[in-house]
């Protein structure tokens, strides 16, 4: 095993003059790259099919009807929001006047 060298590495970090530099501005490219056609996707998504992006119908828990709900009642001090934790943990009994 003598002269054998076992290079047990994932990546090379052995690299030539200019070999670094080229790797960022890759990366800096395909970032703004990205980034230039995300957003505007997204924007557009969002303008001409309005009724595919509402995360609220599709879920579970009955989410979309509560917050139908909170529009209709007036004088709201105190509003829980969050998981089913949140829906069992708070006794609201105690929150209400005498």
């Known amino acids: 095993m003598r002269g054998i060298k076992l290079n ?4 090379n970090f052995n690299f030539e003059e200019g070999q670094m530099q080229h790797f ?5 490219l395909f970032v703004l790259f990205f980034s230039g056609m995300f957003c505007p996707l997204i924007f557009i ?7 595919q992006v509402n995360p609220f119908k599709s879920s579970y828990g009955h989410l979309h009807s509560r917050l ?3 529009k ?4 709201v001090d105190i ?5 089913s934790h949140t829906y ?7 929150f209400q006047k005498q």
Request: aromatic share 18%; charged share 25%; proline share 3%.
């Open 88 to 94: 069992r943990a708070f006794d609201t009994r105690i």
């Open 79 to 83: 509003l829980f929001l969050g998981s």
């Open 45 to 51: 998504q969002g303008t001409f099919a309005p009724d």
């Open 24 to 28: 960022i501005k890759s990366i800096f």
């Open 8 to 11: 047990l590495y994932i990546f």
């Open 72 to 75: 209709k009642i007036e004088n």
């Open 68 to 70: 139908k709900e909170v």
